[in-house]
């Protein structure tokens, strides 16, 4: 009951906080098709639900009813093994290219999904919220090239994150 009470309670706060942001770029257009399937976290500024999270997966598979199922899974205990999983939907905004969702883990709250930077062959993609206070960088791998991770960084700057907050995830190899 306290992780939903917390999890209900962070989602209104990003609600509320939309009010309060600034103009973010999202990418022009997503193939939801190609962008189903697994992605790996590279890095995050980091949350209380991902506390002590590593191993950090997403997968995305599109339905027949035109949403997205996103299902999140981590390790939450390295030695022991446990994995922290929750399975929600995503919602396309319309003519926002697909690049804008909204995410519900849990009725009624959604929250801002917006993929803001995506490699073209879609190996890898950056997902943000217009408040600046979220952002996640993933892969189709669990690593990434120092130079192409560097690259994004530097993008996301001139988006107007305080990169200095990433953290990189720890992912096995």
Excluded at 52 to 74: D, M, P, Q, R, S
Excluded at 131 to 140: E, H, T, V
């Amino acid at each position: 009951m306290k992780k939903i009470y917390i999890t209900l309670t962070l989602l209104l706060s990003m609600l509320v906080n939309d009010s309060l942001s600034q103009t973010l770029q999202t990418v022009p257009f997503v193939d939801i098709n190609s962008y189903s399937g697994k992605w790996y976290e590279i890095a995050s500024f980091p949350q209380w639900f991902q506390k002590g999270c590593t191993c950090t997966t997403a997968e995305y598979t599109l339905t027949n009813k035109g949403y997205v199922i996103v299902e999140n899974k981590c390790l939450k205990d390295s030695i022991n093994g446990k994995q922290s999983y929750i399975k929600g939907k995503a919602f396309i905004i319309k003519n926002s290219g697909n690049a804008k969702l909204l995410v519900q883990f849990f009725w009624p709250f959604k929250a801002k999904y917006w993929i803001i930077d995506l490699a073209e062959d879609y190996s890898y993609a950056v997902v943000g919220h217009p408040n600046r206070k979220y952002l996640w960088i993933l892969s189709r791998k669990s690593t990434m090239a120092d130079g192409t991770y560097k690259q994004i960084v530097e993008r996301m700057k001139k988006k107007g994150f305080d990169v200095s907050k990433l953290k990189m995830t720890m992912q096995q190899h």
